[in-house]
């Protein structure tokens, strides 16, 4: 029903950014939230951060002062800035949303198929 497209992952060293993007496609849909979560080998997948469709922000506190979610309501776009990395923000980065479709009752959410970030020390 919806499609995520996620990029922006890739190789870096401690202390260096990237920017993640997922943009989100389909049948024409209400944007509840969206956000990143991450998951590092053998570890649960996280919570990295949320943005509702009021713009309220939901962080984890390891990420707080680093990373930096926003959205671009046009585009149903959601970004990641993540600045200072550390090697322990190393995991792969899964997109999130969470919509209403039109002419469908109930919520439903989705999944992008995740970006690996690696920081090197």
């Known amino acids: 029903q919806v499609q995520l497209a996620e990029s922006g992952g890739g190789l870096v060293q401690a202390g260096g950014s990237l920017r993640l993007s997922c943009a989100a496609s389909?049948?024409?849909?209400?944007?509840?939230?969206m956000g990143w979560y991450r998951q590092a080998p053998g570890k649960q997948r996280e919570l990295v951060a949320t943005?509702?469709?009021?713009?309220?922000?939901n962080a984890a506190d390891s990420v707080k002062g680093r990373f930096t979610i926003s959205r671009d309501i046009a585009k149903n776009t959601v970004y990641l800035q993540m600045n200072s990395l550390k090697p322990e923000d190393t995991a792969v980065y899964y997109c999130?949303?969470?919509?209403?479709?039109?002419?469908?009752?109930?919520?439903?959410?989705?999944w992008g198929q995740g970006t690996q970030v690696t920081v090197s020390s």
């Open positions: 999130y949303v969470l919509v209403m479709i039109l002419g469908l009752s109930g919520r439903y959410d989705y």
């Open positions: 389909g049948r024409p849909f209400n944007t509840i939230a």
């Open positions: 943005i509702t469709s009021g713009e309220s922000i």
